[in-house]
């Protein structure tokens, strides 16, 4: 059973779409990380979250964390193709030894 | 953040035989994490490397087919032992630590295939 679900799995969209890609899970995290990757490439953090109810915004990317802190959402804003990749949320339950649980990815391309 | 140097890249492999890993990070750090990934697919962690102790290993994963070594602060190698073609995988060392958040650092994978 995954810990994390991430949908959509699959998202195609043409250049200067929105998108909104969501992370759920039934489990309340301390902290909860997105990272894009690459083909050839390992993760690359894009943000933490840890509070109830937080939203983060790092240029067209807008990441919130639930209240409950069981869930997230990354939304792009006019998107680029260089925003193709798989986004990966994972989260940290504090009574697993800081350890990260991965959700099972988003592939976004984003077509010119 | 830290930087951190992965090898081989890629690699093809017979087998029955091993292959040995190498990360190098560029600072000292006390943790080092070894995950498997399916192209595509989520991070599954093998293990979490402590310098001078033993490796910590996730169920379904094992030291004799996975051992990994910690001589210090700043290296750690993982060695996949009697390969079978269901080991083919991308294997990603990485670090935790804070940049402009608090997150891991990963290395850029090794693609491992058997055949």
């Known amino acids: 059973t995954q810990l994390l679900e991430q949908s959509p799995q699959f998202l195609s969209i043409q250049e200067g779409e929105n998108l909104t890609v969501y992370c759920n899970s039934s489990?309340?995290?301390?902290?909860l990380q997105w990272y894009r990757q690459e083909p050839g490439e390992g993760p690359v953090l894009l943000v933490t979250?840890?509070?109830?109810?937080e939203v983060k915004k790092l240029k067209r990317l807008t990441f919130q964390f639930g209240d409950a802190r069981k869930d997230s959402s990354l939304h792009i804003t006019a998107a680029q193709p260089g925003d193709t990749g798989l986004y990966l949320c994972?989260?940290?339950?504090?009574?697993?030894?800081?350890?990260?649980?991965f959700g099972d990815g988003t592939t976004l391309t984003v077509k010119p | 953040s830290a930087v951190i140097s992965q090898k081989p890249s890629r690699d093809i492999c017979q087998r029955g035989t091993s292959l040995t890993i190498q990360c190098q990070v560029d600072?000292?750090?006390?943790?080092m994490f070894w995950y498997r990934q399916q192209p595509g697919q989520s991070l599954t962690l093998i293990a979490t490397?402590?310098?001078?102790?033993?490796?910590?290993?996730e169920s379904g994963f094992v030291i004799d087919k996975f051992p990994i070594s910690r001589p210090n602060l700043t290296f750690s190698t993982l060695t996949v032992s009697n390969m079978s073609p269901e080991d083919s995988s991308i294997y990603l060392c990485?670090?935790?630590?804070?940049?402009?958040?608090?997150?891991?650092?990963f290395g850029s994978g090794t693609r491992l295939t058997v055949v």
């Open positions: 489990s309340v995290f301390s902290s």
């Open positions: 600072s000292q750090v006390t943790m």
């Open positions: 979250v840890v509070t109830g109810g």
């Open positions: 990485s670090v935790v630590g804070w940049d402009k958040f608090y997150g891991y650092t």
């Open positions: 490397a402590n310098q001078g102790s033993e490796a910590t290993y």
């Open positions: 994972a989260g940290v339950r504090t009574r697993n030894a800081g350890k990260s649980t």
